[in-house]
């Protein structure tokens, strides 16, 4: 059992690139979302989404974009990379009991 | 807007020791409370509660939760080695997404 998928680890990117994270998750759960994590400033809610075809921001959602296609994928867009960007990302998905299940982690530098 | 405050931010223990780590928080129309454990990589689930005075316990850990004073604690008895993370504390809300909000952790480290 997989669990959640994310990918990469590790990421380096000068300002103005593009990139995009990827998550899956195998346990069916309707409910995917983003988090980064900064020192200091715990985790914070990027983009959510609670199922297929349906996403909604978070608390920090400018300069990344999401989609949902299927209910397995929720990847992560960064449109114009900044330095302020630069963070540990998680992807997380949660069961019907709330608990929520995170992937590895990416850990982005921005240059 | 929802708020969790952890307290203490960083904290020190020789092993052995008991260690309670507190949150506070503030959420509109609450639904439950969440502990959880980051290491070196992704945080791990370790309680949920949602009713008040009720002690949910694994192990060494345990936790509970007072609604009407809007806090919980987490206690750590005879804490290890394998104890030192950051333990994040997360309330949701009973909206249509249910949003979790994270309180900043609290560093622990146990030495020898």
């Known amino acids: 059992n997989a669990g959640v998928t994310q990918t990469p680890k590790f990421q380096v990117l000068k300002t103005g690139q593009s990139m995009t994270l990827q998550c899956a998750q195998d346990?069916?759960?309707?409910?995917m979302s983003w988090y980064r994590q900064d020192p200091g400033m715990g985790l914070r809610l990027i983009h959510y989404?609670?199922?297929?075809?349906?996403?909604d921001q978070g608390e920090v959602p400018n300069g990344y974009n999401v989609s949902r296609s299927t209910t397995e994928d929720f990847p992560l867009r960064l449109l114009s990379a900044a330095p302020s960007q630069t963070s540990v990302y998680f992807c997380?998905?949660?069961?019907?009991?709330?608990?929520?299940?995170f992937g590895s982690g990416t850990q982005l530098s921005v240059l | 807007e929802d708020k969790v405050v952890q307290s203490p931010l960083s904290l020190v223990v020789h092993e052995g020791d008991t260690v309670t780590l507190n949150c506070s928080y503030e959420?509109?129309?609450?639904?439950?409370l969440l502990w959880y454990k980051q290491e070196k990589k992704a945080p791990t689930f370790l309680f949920m509660l949602?009713?008040?005075?009720i002690e949910k316990k694994s192990g060494r850990l345990s936790s509970i939760l007072d609604k009407k004073e809007l806090f919980s604690i987490l206690n750590i008895t005879a804490t290890q080695t394998g104890d030192s993370a950051v333990y994040l504390c997360?309330?949701?809300?009973?909206?249509?997404?249910?949003?979790?909000?994270f309180g900043t952790g609290t560093r622990l480290q146990v030495t020898l």
């Open positions: 997380a998905s949660r069961d019907p009991n709330e608990k929520l299940f």
């Open positions: 346990m069916n759960h309707e409910y």
């Open positions: 989404s609670v199922g297929a075809g349906i996403t």
């Open positions: 959420v509109t129309n609450f639904r439950s």
């Open positions: 949602t009713s008040s005075g």
């Open positions: 997360a309330v949701s809300n009973t909206g249509t997404a249910s949003k979790l909000t």
